[in-house]
């Protein structure tokens, strides 16, 4: 049988795992802390017992994922990683620095969390791939944990919208995060760690009832059900009355505001109708709009100029109470803003074409 990864557990599962053999909830912590962080077996530390870090070695695994290649922007230094899993599957990773607080520069990590993705959504490079598999908790992990030994910036936040659905692989993307916001490993707060979805009702409505404490922003993009189904094919299978329904019951179960991203394509939903639409189907439900302009590679859907998006804006406040947010999505000239991570690469590193 395969051995567990080390990394995929809390500490407190570890205890729990090797309680009869001694180890202890704070050996847990710091044992787990120091492989998460140094990406080896703890083994310059006279406090752990030898014959306990032996055990733990025998019955666990601490795999790593194979670096394969890392490209900067030179117009915003977002960092796009390739990644290679043991089984050839690649998938990306994005670092995206925040540098506009001087004096609080940090990183957030944008990871994948599955390979590929079978969602089809119109305008994206990884839809276009399809699906290769669901990620594995410590693959996500790992991706966290081998950009924040690189970063040159203290990683304080993560987000799920690299490639993949998260809500699709709801037990590895639970798990990760619970490891990801553990106070003695990479100490990210959980409320920064963010789960996006185009809208996986079952898994939205299983975070509500599960009173998970990771933020949540749901990909919207237009509140009428046949320009919803034209980008976002997936929305077929979630119509908008059943997210809507899942969305009340987690803004009940969590007294969180609902953050829904549009993104937003040059006269197709930035209308005064759109916004109106969106008006009506949110209701009393409290939200925030994040708007997002397009990346899409093939040139077949384009963003906003400028006045097209400010009268979208308009329209938005004259129809909605909430607040409405323009979002930045760097690292275009690298591939990386949201939308286009395909696994494309200008050299030969056996990147899927
Ligand atoms: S936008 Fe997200 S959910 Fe849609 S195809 Fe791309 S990776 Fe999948």
């Not at 909830?25 to 014959?51: E, I, N, V, Y």
């Not at 979630?238 to 809507?244: A, I, Q, R, T, W």
């Amino acid at each position: 049988m395969d051995r567990p990864a080390l990394t995929a557990l809390t500490p407190g599962q570890l205890a729990d795992r090797f309680a009869a053999e001694g180890l202890t909830p704070a050996f847990a912590r710091k044992f787990h802390a120091s492989a998460l962080r140094r990406g080896q077996w703890p083994t310059d530390d006279t406090t752990l017992s030898p014959r306990l870090i032996a055990a733990l070695r025998q019955r666990l695994d601490l795999p790593a994922l194979t670096a394969v290649e890392r490209r900067v922007s030179a117009a915003d230094g977002f960092a796009k990683h390739l990644f290679a899993a043991p089984d050839g599957a690649a998938f990306e990773t994005v670092l995206i620095p925040l540098t506009h607080r001087p004096g609080a520069e940090k990183a957030v990590v944008c990871v994948s969390s599955q390979a590929g993705c079978a969602m089809g959504c119109a305008f994206c490079a990884t839809g276009r791939l399809g699906l290769t598999r669901d990620l594995h908790a410590w693959e996500i992990i790992d991706q966290v944990a081998q950009l924040r030994r690189s970063s040159p910036l203290p990683v304080r936040g993560v987000v799920f919208m690299g490639m993949g659905e998260p809500l699709l692989n709801y037990d590895a993307v639970v798990q990760a995060a619970a490891v990801l916001s553990e106070p003695s490993g990479l100490a990210i707060a959980a409320k920064a760690v963010t789960l996006s979805t185009v809208g996986v009702t079952p898994g939205i409505r299983r975070l509500a009832a599960e009173r998970r404490p990771f933020k949540l922003i749901v990909s919207l993009t237009s509140a009428d059900p046949h320009k919803r189904r034209a980008l976002l094919p997936a929305a077929a299978a979630y119509p908008l009355e059943d997210l809507k329904d899942a969305l009340t019951a987690y803004h009940a179960a969590t007294g969180r505001r609902v953050t829904l991203a549009w993104t937003l394509v040059a006269g197709f939903n930035t209308g005064e109708e759109d916004a109106r639409q969106l008006a009506a189907w949110t209701g009393s439900l409290p939200v925030q709009v994040d708007l997002i302009d397009v990346n899409d590679t093939t040139g077949r859907f384009t963003p906003p100029g400028d006045a097209e998006r400010e009268a979208f804006r308009d329209a938005l406040r004259r129809h909605l109470a909430a607040p409405v947010i323009r979002r930045y999505s760097g690292g275009k000239d690298i591939d990386a803003a949201c939308g286009m991570l395909a696994g494309r690469s200008p050299s030969p590193t056996g990147w899927p074409a």
